[in-house]
T-cell receptor
Framework: AQKITQTQPGMFVQEKEAVTLDCTYDTSDPSYGLFWYKQPSSGEMIFLIYQGSYDQQNATEGRYSLNFQKARKSANLVISASQLGDSAMYFCAMREASGAGSYQLTFGKGTKLSVIP | GAGVSQSPRYKVAKRGQDVALRCDPISGHVSLFWYQQALGQGPEFLTYFQNEAQLDKSGLPSDRFFAERPEGSVSTLKIQRTQQEDSAVYLC????????????FGPGTRLTVT
């Protein structure tokens, strides 16, 4: 079973509108972290936002917020006021605490976001 | 430049050749990760170093893949007898300490095996 599922291969959003990118995850570990990364065409992975499994409040970073629904095992990324520069691939990732101790990230397949002027 | 750097950025190898990919992590970062990203996919974990110790190599796809970080800073990923299925982008990431959340990624090395 996939640990991270991103069901939207591609999304379009009008400039200045908000968009939600979906992510569901699967783990039996009570302690885990959820991440979102942005990958522009240049290839570099850019960290956007982090949510810990025990965090009581949803994480926010500027225009990015994470809609964390623990019971549903979902961690959707919300981008408000989209900008042309937001056009990129977006990856959801998880780190489980009780793995081999390597703190590796497990990534989904990504969602390609295109912002329309 | 304070970020993670990787070299070369692009590498074309003929099938059967050996290649070496270099990663310079952010100075002082203890943890170093290698990931492989196939076209249209998310990155997949290959191996992890804490300083010079390779603590996890469970993601290495075959014994043709070898990684080292002898002095706890620069790391090299070596692929012997390259195959076409090795074509991918190889990403290096570092973090300040094992439990620090943010992993900083380099720009990657795009390997094409012909």
């Amino acid at each position: 079973a996939q640990k991270i599922t991103q069901t939207q291969p591609g999304m379009f959003v009008q400039e200045k509108e908000a968009v939600t990118l979906d992510c569901t995850y699967d783990t039996s570990d009570p302690s885990y972290g959820l991440f979102w990364y942005k990958q522009p065409s240049s290839g570099e992975m850019i960290f956007l936002i982090y949510q810990g499994s025990y965090d009581q409040q949803n994480a926010t970073e500027g225009r990015y917020s994470l809609n964390f629904q623990k019971a549903r095992k979902s961690a959707n990324l919300v981008i408000s006021a989209s900008q042309l520069g937001d056009s990129a691939m977006y990856f959801c990732a998880m780190r489980e605490a009780s793995g081999a101790g390597s703190y590796q990230l497990t990534f989904g397949k990504g969602t390609k976001l295109s912002v329309i002027p | 430049g304070a970020g993670v750097s990787q070299s070369p950025r692009y590498k074309v190898a003929k099938r059967g050749q050996d290649v070496a990919l270099r990663c310079d992590p952010i100075s002082g970062h203890v943890s170093l990760f290698w990931y492989q990203q196939a076209l249209g996919q998310g990155p997949e974990f290959l191996t992890y170093f804490q300083n010079e110790a390779q603590l996890d190599k469970s993601g290495l796809p075959s014994d043709r893949f070898f990684a080292e970080r002898p002095e706890g800073s620069v790391s090299t990923l070596k692929i012997q007898r390259t195959q076409q299925e090795d074509s991918a982008v190889y990403l290096c990431a570092s973090s300040l300490a094992p439990r620090v959340n943010e992993q900083y990624f380099g720009p990657g090395t795009r390997l094409t095996v012909t």
